[in-house]
């Protein structure tokens, strides 16, 4: 990894995946990030890698073909990171359209820019031939299986039954980029997720929403009766998870990254108030959303297995660093929520032109 192109990169998972390249990746020479700076970016997330040489931002949008086309263009890429998605549950199903044409369109947008730099000969379209040393990875999530049981977990290998618009349009990408491989030979790899937490989270997720309202003293809002349970991942070692599959992954291969964590939401929340000491009074259970699946659980197998990753931090370790975290930032949290940090970009660029 030496050109680096980060979409969504302004988002939760997407700037501490860029922290963590510039932290950590020696060879590394140039990351672009390429983010729509939609309500869940916020460059505020960015303010130490602004004075880094090595790092440049781009407003744009994944689906607009000749700003990426020109940025492949201009930058000759060698590695492709897709984080760039509409994301959250409640509002795919309020929204559905603007999830299916950012995260399918998007990604079919990225895939044919990638693979007309990339390819030896571009002109035959029956070439499979691609330069050394290039991958596009597509970062997914869990919520593409569907639901478990109370039993059984995720595998790479497991049926694809996604239930929500999010999901399904999640899904969709994922066999977009499969196709790719399959068809053209792209050098791709998918990761598949389970529930990330850590810091710069947009607190409509549910670790930073329970911390924000517990620190303002409002009612913590539980869908259903709280058990639907998940495996939580730390962000930092979902980073560390990336970074491994495009330093030794198969080409082609999907790898699920899992932090072996499986927590009830409500076992969260109550942690929450306890460590915050606040009452469980706060807890207000409230009517649960259509296509709420029940339980999700990654087996992670195979990329310990076979690359070798494992989660450095327990989900007590995180968990801790997590809430410090909030409780020392309280105040990019009330700029995140009053919507103030959306002022930056204009403060930091001005007008519509993206950062170079």
């Known amino acids: 990894m030496k050109k680096v192109l980060v979409t969504g990169g302004a988002g939760f998972i997407g700037s501490n995946f ?12 140039l990351v672009v ?16 890698a602004e004075h880094d040489s090595r790092y440049r931002f781009v407003k744009g949008d994944i689906r607009d073909k000749e700003l990426v086309g020109r940025l492949f263009a201009t930058y000759d890429f060698d590695t492709v990171v897709n984080f760039a998605a509409e994301s959250h549950v409640d509002r795919s199903i309020v929204e559905p359209e603007i999830f299916l044409t950012t995260n399918v369109i998007g990604t079919q947008t990225l895939l044919d820019a990638a693979k007309r730099q990339w390819k030896i000969n571009p002109e035959d379209k029956y070439s499979r031939e691609f330069r050394s040393g290039v991958r596009y990875l597509q970062v997914s999530t869990d919520e593409v299986y569907g639901a478990l049981g109370k039993s059984g977990m995720f595998t790479e290998t497991t049926p694809l039954s996604p239930n929500s618009p999010y999901s399904a349009s999640k899904a969709g990408a994922d066999f977009v980029v499969r196709a790719y491989h399959e068809t053209y030979g792209m050098p791709v790899n998918i990761t598949r997720c389970s529930n990330n937490y850590g810091p710069y989270q947009f607190p409509e997720k549910l670790i930073p929403l329970m911390i924000y309202n517990c620190l303002q003293n409002k009612m913590l809002p539980v869908y259903g ?3 639907q349970i998940r495996d939580w991942l730390y962000v930092e070692d979902h980073c560390s998870a990336i970074c491994t599959v495009l330093e030794k992954g ?10 072996n964590n499986e ?24 009517k649960d959303r259509p296509g709420h699946d029940r339980r999700y659980a990654i087996d992670n ?10 989660p450095a931090y327990s989900f007590e370790e995180g968990i801790t660093k997590t809430i410090q975290w909030y409780l020392e930032n309280q105040e990019w949290m009330e700029r995140i929520t009053s919507g103030v940090y959306q002022n930056y970009y204009a403060s930091m660029y001005g007008g519509d032109k993206g950062g170079s």
């Open 225 to 227: 009766d709280g058990m």
């Open 301 to 310: 197998s195979k990329i310990t297995s076979e690359l070798g990753w494992a």
């Open 263 to 286: 927590k009830a939401n409500i076992e969260i929340v109550k942690l929450l108030l306890k460590t915050l000491n606040k009452g469980e009074e706060l807890i207000a259970y409230v």
């Open 33 to 48: 990030n390429l983010d729509a700076l939609t309500y869940a970016g916020n460059l505020e997330n960015l303010k130490e």
């Open 18 to 29: 860029i922290h963590y390249l510039l932290c950590g990746q020696k060879a590394l020479e």
């Open 250 to 259: 198969k080409l082609g291969e999907v790898y699920n990254i899992g932090g």
